[in-house]
C-alpha cells in the first residue's frame, strides 16, 4: 500500500494538470494504524530488509507529500493513527470533521515511530508538546489536535468533503508557480540561516516576477476580474 501511494504522489508531483492533492483514507477512518496480529505473527520472521524497504518508502511518500511544489492537503475522518497520522502530517493542510482521533500509537506497541512523524510533530506542536504526545501517548479528539497545531481546520461531520473540495479547488486554480516558491520559502525558513534564506527568497521573488503567472496577476488586477492563471510546469 505504502508501495502504491509513494508511485502515485510522484505521478501527481510530475503531472501539469494536477494542482493540489488530497490524501484520505477509505471508510470510517483516516488510518487505523498497522494490523497488531498480522504484526504480531510475523515478528519472528521478517526480514529485515524489507522492513527497511517499507519504513524508507513510507518516508519517501511522507518527505514528497512535504516538499512536493503542490500543494497537499489530508482529509481526516475517523481514528489518524500510526504511519498514517505521519503522513496527514506531512501535508500542508490536515482538514478534519468532529469523528477525527489522532495518536501517535507507536508507544503502545513499543516501537519508537515512522515517516517522519517525531520530525512533524516537533514542528507543528513545538518540542515539548511532541514529547508528551508522543512519549505518553495520549488520544486526541478533533479539537484538542486543532488546539494543539495538529489540525488546520475542524469542519462539521456532513461538510467535510465539500469543505476540502473548496480548498483543494482554491489552490489547484491559484498561481502555481507563486505557490511552490512560498512552499520553498517555508521549508528554507526551517532550515536554513537567516543569511542563506534571503539569498534564497530573493530568487524566488525574481523566478515569480518574471512568470506568466504575475503578469496575469498584474493585469487581472487593472481589469478588476479575477485572474485565469496559467497552468505550467511546476518543479519546485
Not at 68 to 87: D, V
Amino acid at each position: 500500500m505504502v508501495t502504491t501511494l509513494y508511485r502515485n504522489l510522484r505521478e501527481a508531483a510530475q503531472d501539469d494538470s494536477v494542482g493540489a492533492v488530497v490524501l484520505e483514507g477509505s471508510g470510517d477512518a483516516f488510518c487505523a494504524g498497522a494490523d497488531i496480529k498480522n504484526l504480531a505473527l510475523g515478528a519472528e520472521h521478517t526480514r529485515k530488509y524489507s522492513t527497511e524497504v517499507l519504513l524508507r518508502v513510507g518516508a519517501e511518500a511522507a518527505m514528497l507529500l512535504h516538499e512536493m511544489p503542490k500543494p497537499t492537503i489530508a482529509m481526516i475522518r475517523g481514528p489518524a493513527m500510526g504511519g498514517g497520522l505521519s503522513l496527514a502530517l506531512a501535508c500542508d493542510f490536515r482538514v478534519a470533521d468532529s469523528t477525527a482521533s489522532l495518536s501517535y500509537a507507536h508507544t503502545k506497541i513499543a516501537l519508537s515511530g515512522d515517516f517522519a512523524a517525531a520530525y512533524f510533530l516537533s514542528k507543528w506542536m513545538g518540542a515539548g508538546k511532541a514529547r508528551e504526545f508522543c512519549l505518553l501517548n495520549p488520544v486526541y479528539g478533533a479539537q484538542e489536535a486543532f488546539a494543539s497545531g495538529l489540525l488546520s481546520k475542524v469542519c462539521e461531520d456532513s461538510e467535510l468533503e465539500a469543505d476540502v473540495e473548496r480548498l483543494a479547488t482554491r489552490l489547484a486554480e491559484g498561481p502555481t508557480n507563486a505557490l511552490a516558491c512560498i512552499k520553498a520559502n517555508l521549508k528554507n525558513a526551517q532550515e536554513m540561516s537567516c543569511e542563506n534564506y534571503i539569498a534564497e527568497e530573493i530568487k524566488n521573488f525574481q523566478r515569480c516576477r518574471n512568470s506568466d503567472e504575475h503578469r496575469e496577476a498584474l493585469k487581472a488586477f487593472i481589469e478588476k476580474r479575477e485572474p485565469n492563471f496559467p497552468r505550467q510546469q511546476v518543479r519546485g
